[in-house]
């Protein structure tokens, strides 16, 4: 039982001595320094030591519970018709090759022959294409299926 006292007191006197050679080397800065480095030390030294309570448990999770990931890359048609749809808006060409082809595909699958895929007059195929109301009024017949 006296061995661990005296470790203990030398510690301390170690301590001291250290924060006395701080003091006299650069004065308050200088046991300042040492403070913060003899504090650091002893937390180090304590966690390294002390043990915790035992740590939980770490269940794997089942993996029929996780939830499913939905990616861009899983629905390529779907990138492809909003790449079309912006292309469209900038390009008659594009809404008339490649938009327009595909709604009316689109309003053919739906039953919806009635719906108005006109967009800008197809004089100028350099021009701008459809702007976004034009595309909003046949998305929305699209889904309304209204004539």
Do not use: C
């Not at 200088?30 to 915790?52: E, F, K, Q, Y």
């Not at 709604?103 to 699958?109: D, E, G, P, S, V």
């Amino acid at each position: 039982m006296k061995r661990p006292r005296l470790a203990v007191a030398a510690a301390l006197t170690g301590m001291a001595g250290v924060l006395v050679a701080g003091y006299a080397a650069a004065g308050l800065t200088g046991l300042i320094d040492v403070a913060a480095v003899t504090a650091l030390s002893i937390l180090i030294v304590a966690r390294g030591t002390l043990r915790g309570e035992k740590p939980r448990i770490v269940r794997e999770k089942n993996p029929r519970q996780q939830p499913v990931t939905v990616r861009t890359a899983d629905f390529p048609a779907f990138a492809k018709i909003a790449s079309d749809l912006e292309w469209a808006q900038m390009s008659q060409r594009h809404y008339e090759h490649l938009l327009r082809p595909a709604l009316a595909r689109l309003a053919a699958t739906l039953n919806r022959p009635h719906v108005d895929l006109t967009g800008p007059p197809a004089g100028d195929t350099d021009g701008p294409g459809v702007n976004r109301a034009t595309l909003e009024r046949i998305v929305s017949e699209l889904e309304a299926g209204e004539p």
